[in-house]
């Protein structure tokens, strides 16, 4: 497993994702998923729109019920 923010950009293949099923804020380790965030692996500013080799999907985010 990558240390927390082990890995540069250029070593993560960090770019933008080749479709939306794999992107940045889809994934487990991008927080908060939004348009711009943080990575738990990849060091730096993250687009929510990029993709890298480490991506793992994240749980959706959960709706709550209406009262």
């Given at each position: 497993?990558?240390?927390?923010?082990?890995?540069?950009?250029?070593?993560?293949?960090?770019?933008?994702?080749?479709?939306?099923e794999?992107?940045?804020?889809r994934?487990k380790?991008?927080?908060?998923?939004?348009?711009l965030?943080?990575c738990?692996l990849?060091r730096?500013v993250?687009?929510?729109?990029s993709?890298?080799?480490e991506?793992?999907?994240g749980?959706?985010?959960?709706?709550?019920?209406?009262?």
């Amino acid at each position: 497993m990558t240390k927390i923010w082990g890995l540069s950009k250029p070593a993560a293949d960090y770019g933008p994702a080749p479709k939306p099923e794999v992107r940045c804020d889809r994934c487990k380790f991008m927080f908060p998923r939004l348009a711009l965030g943080g990575c738990r692996l990849v060091r730096g500013v993250i687009s929510g729109s990029s993709s890298c080799k480490e991506f793992v999907p994240g749980q959706p985010p959960s709706s709550e019920p209406e009262s």
